[in-house]
Structures are given as structure tokens and as C-alpha cells.
């Protein structure tokens, strides 16, 4: 297991950018693939981006490919998601998710593939 905790959130203007950070608790970090999701008032969570361990496996959602981008450095036991061209539309609680993989190119899409979540971070993109 491991304790994840979301920072970066804010207010930000449409065009603007902001990236978040999640930070990973314990030594294996480095063995656990890694994602974003986002949960907007009255909608489903959604799947914003994610990342393997060994880093060489990416995939973003549809609504934010070319515009964000996941990162992470397992030496600090850090996930980032960086967000540019900031719309309204991605007003919303970010939260920040990992599954220990023994596969170092898997990731994963699904919020039932993830069994540990970090509490969440605002973002508000005002138009």
C-alpha cells in the first residue's frame, strides 16, 4: 500500500496552466503504475492520463490529449500532471491513484484497476 497526497490545485483562468503533484509514501514506488482522474459535480470519476512504472507507457483521455501531460520522477516518489490550454470544462476534483504492477509497461484505465487513491485536489478554470 501506499499513501498518496495531491498538491498544485487552484483557480485559474481558460488558457492558463497548473500542475499538479502527487506525492507516494513508502519504498516501492517505483513498481507502481500510476493515473490521474477527475471528478466534476454530479458526473462519473473520469480517467485523465496515466503512466507505468518503468515509464514508457503513457495514455491520456480523450478530452485532454495534447494538452496535459503525466510525468513521474520514482526517485522522489512523484506523479505530475501538467495542464495547459486550461478550459472550463476541466473544472473539477483531480485525484491521483496507484496499483502496483509486476509489469513494467502496464498501465491502467479503469478506477476498479486502482486500489490506492489520494484525497484530491481542486481545479477551477474560469472562462
Known amino acids: 500500500q501506499v499513501q498518496l497526497v495531491e498538491s498544485g490545485g487552484g483557480l485559474v483562468q481558460a488558457g492558463g496552466s497548473l500542475r499538479l503533484s502527487c506525492a507516494a509514501s513508502g519504498r516501492t514506488f517505483s513498481s507502481y503504475a500510476m493515473g490521474w482522474f477527475r471528478q466534476a459535480p454530479g458526473k462519473e470519476r473520469e480517467f485523465v492520463a496515466g503512466?507505468?512504472?518503468?515509464?514508457?507507457?503513457?495514455y491520456y483521455g480523450d478530452s485532454v490529449k495534447g494538452r496535459f501531460t503525466i510525468s513521474r520522477d520514482n526517485a522522489k516518489n512523484t506523479v505530475y500532471l501538467q495542464m495547459n490550454n486550461l478550459k472550463p470544462e476541466d473544472t473539477a476534483v483531480y485525484y491521483c491513484?496507484?496499483?502496483?504492477?509486476?509489469?513494467?509497461?502496464?498501465?491502467?484505465?479503469?478506477?476498479?484497476?486502482?486500489?490506492?487513491w489520494g484525497q484530491g485536489t481542486h481545479v477551477t478554470v474560469s472562462s
Open positions: 491513484a496507484a496499483r502496483r504492477s509486476s509489469y513494467g509497461g502496464s498501465l491502467y484505465l479503469g478506477t476498479y484497476e486502482y486500489d490506492n
Open positions: 503512466i507505468s512504472w518503468n515509464e514508457l507507457s503513457k
